[in-house]
């Protein structure tokens, strides 16, 4: 068993198996090396995390669908206000930017699928977050094409006036939204073809142009099947 100790204030020790915990996230499979200090203690230290992120990261290593409360009925109507949506849409974004940080690819396509129905049940698009996912990927990543889908699709005149639009660091993915309308120009968009309204997709995922298998492949877990149900 290895512990991670979460956070900083009041730090919380998850014990988790060696082999779950190294199976997906090289991150975690250096850190345990014999070269390294956390292989001779079995202790990850992870102060710049939070629990309820890495307890979504658990989770998922134990084959329990993440973010499960979110199946609740209480959940899904108060996902109907803005504010809802865009706390929880700030969830994935977190739980996202830790699985890019200890490379764990399976998961944050999970995440990426998660997300995507998310939005599409609440009729919702979380530029912001999708903004930020943009700027973590490196330059061809799949992910990225969900922003430009998602602009390209349900664009409205009034997300320009966002604060993301005049970020600096945006600059790349408004070029890149700013190419995608030009090869448009001239052709039919019907919102009821935008790619993640589609169900059992790769579009957005590490693995797709690879030879790498989808982690629904990978891992066939109950609670997978069920999602891909729904």
């Not at 969830?91 to 599409?120: C, P, Q, S, W």
């Not at 945006?170 to 919102?191: H, S």
Request: glycine content about 4%; aromatic content about 12%.
């Amino acid at each position: 068993m290895v512990t991670v100790r979460v956070g900083t204030k009041e730090p919380k020790d998850f014990h988790i198996h060696k082999q779950r915990l190294c199976q997906y996230s090289p991150f975690f499979k250096g850190a345990l090396d014999k070269d390294w200090s956390e292989a001779k203690s079995n202790v990850i230290e992870l102060p710049d995390d939070t629990v309820e992120i890495f307890e979504i990261y658990c989770d998922w290593l134990y084959n329990i669908s993440p973010f499960r409360e979110s199946a609740s009925p209480s959940v899904q109507h108060a996902a109907q206000s803005l504010d809802a949506f865009r706390l929880e849409s700030t969830r994935y974004y977190e739980a996202y930017m830790f699985g890019d940080k200890v490379l764990d690819v399976a998961f944050t396509d999970m995440l990426i699928d998660n997300l995507v129905m998310h939005m599409n049940s609440c009729a919702l698009y979380p530029v912001f977050q999708l903004f930020k996912i943009f700027q973590l990927s490196a330059s061809g990543h799949p992910v990225r094409q969900l922003l430009i889908d998602v602009v390209l699709y349900d664009g409205q005149e009034r997300w320009l006036e966002k604060a993301c639009w005049n970020d600096v660091d945006n600059r790349e993915a408004i070029l890149e939204i700013t190419k995608a309308l030009v090869r448009q120009k001239g052709k039919l968009v019907n919102k009821a073809d935008a790619p993640y309204l589609k169900t059992n997709i790769c579009r957005y995922h590490s693995h797709t142009g690879t030879d790498t298998p989808c982690y629904k492949t990978q891992r066939g877990w109950g609670w997978l099947r069920e999602q891909d149900k729904a």
